[in-house]
C-alpha cells in the first residue's frame, strides 16, 4: 500500500520567504509527527498530531514555525520569514496511535535557505 | 544534553560477520526501543522494536538487546550483507509518543 507521502521533496527558498510542506500520512493512520534532520544530527522533533486532540507543539523551535493538520489526513508544516539556520531535511512520519506502534516516515523534503 | 547516544558514528563489516551497533540512554522511564535504518535520500524505514518487558526481540537476521540496567541497546546483524550498508538510528521513548532518535551510526558492509 502506500506510504508517507511528502512534498516537495526539495525546496530551495530565500531568506525571508515564506515555505509550506505537505504530509500525506498513510490512510487510516491517527498520529502524525513532524521531524527534522539537520547535517550531522540526529532527528528533531517538532510536532504531533492524535486524532482530535490538541497537537503537542513544544519541539518547534520558534513561533515562525506552525502545523496544521486538516480533517485528520494531510499536515502542512508552515515555515514563516525563513532563516538559514532553518535548512535541514523535514520528514514526517505517521502511525497507528495507541498502544505503541512504530512510526512510518516519508522520504522528506529537503529545505536549503539561501 | 543527549538523551541518546549512538557513540559510534561508523562501523565497517566484512560481508558474513556480524555487525554489532550500540546506544545508550540516560531516561529510566523510555520502555520503548526501536532501530530505523536511513538510505540516502529517503526517509527511516523501521527495522526492529523492543519493549522495556523484554531483554531480547529476533526478526531473521537482526536482533535487538535490550540491557535495562545499563540503560543500553544493541542490535546485532548477522551474518551481514553489502545491502545493510545505511544509517543506523535508535530511538526511544514513552509509548511511540515523541521518539528521542540518536544520531546514526553509518553501517559499512565490505563485500
Known amino acids: 500500500g502506500a506510504g508517507v507521502s511528502q512534498s516537495p521533496s526539495n525546496k530551495v527558498t530565500e531568506k525571508g520567504k515564506d515555505v509550506e510542506l505537505r504530509c500525506d500520512p498513510i490512510s487510516g493512520h491517527t498520529a502524525l509527527y513532524w521531524y527534522r534532520q539537520s547535517l550531522g544530527q540526529g532527528l528533531e522533533f517538532l510536532i504531533y498530531f492524535q486524532g482530535n486532540s490538541a497537537p503537542d507543539k513544544s519541539g518547534l523551535p520558534s513561533d515562525r514555525f506552525s502545523a496544521e493538520r486538516t480533517g485528520g489526513s494531510v499536515s502542512t508544516l508552515t515555515i514563516q520569514r525563513t532563516q538559514q539556520e532553518d535548512s535541514a531535511v523535514y520528514l514526517c512520519?505517521?502511525?497507528?496511535?495507541?498502544?505503541?506502534?512504530?512510526?512510518?516516515f516519508g522520504n522528506g523534503t529537503r529545505l536549503t535557505v539561501t | 544534553d543527549q538523551q541518546v547516544k549512538q557513540n559510534s558514528p561508523s562501523l565497517s563489516v566484512q560481508e558474513g560477520r556480524i555487525s554489532i551497533l550500540n546506544c545508550d540512554y540516560t531516561n529510566s522511564m523510555f520502555d520503548y526501543f526501536l532501530w530505523y535504518k536511513k538510505y540516502p535520500a529517503e526517509g527511516p524505514t523501521f527495522l526492529i522494536s523492543?519493549?522495556?518487558?523484554?531483554d531480547k526481540n529476533e526478526d531473521g537476521r537482526f536482533t535487538v538487546f535490550l540491557n535495562k540496567s545499563a540503560k543500553h541497546l544493541s542490535l546485532h546483524i548477522v551474518p551481514s550483507q553489502p545491502g545493510d550498508s545505511a544509517v543506523y538510528f535508535c530511538a526511544t521513548g514513552a509509548g511511540s509518543y515523541q521518539l528521542t532518535f540518536g544520531k546514526g551510526t553509518k553501517l559499512s558492509v565490505i563485500p
Open positions: 512520519a505517521s502511525s497507528l496511535g495507541g498502544s505503541p506502534s512504530p512510526l512510518h
Open positions: 523492543i519493549s522495556s518487558i523484554k
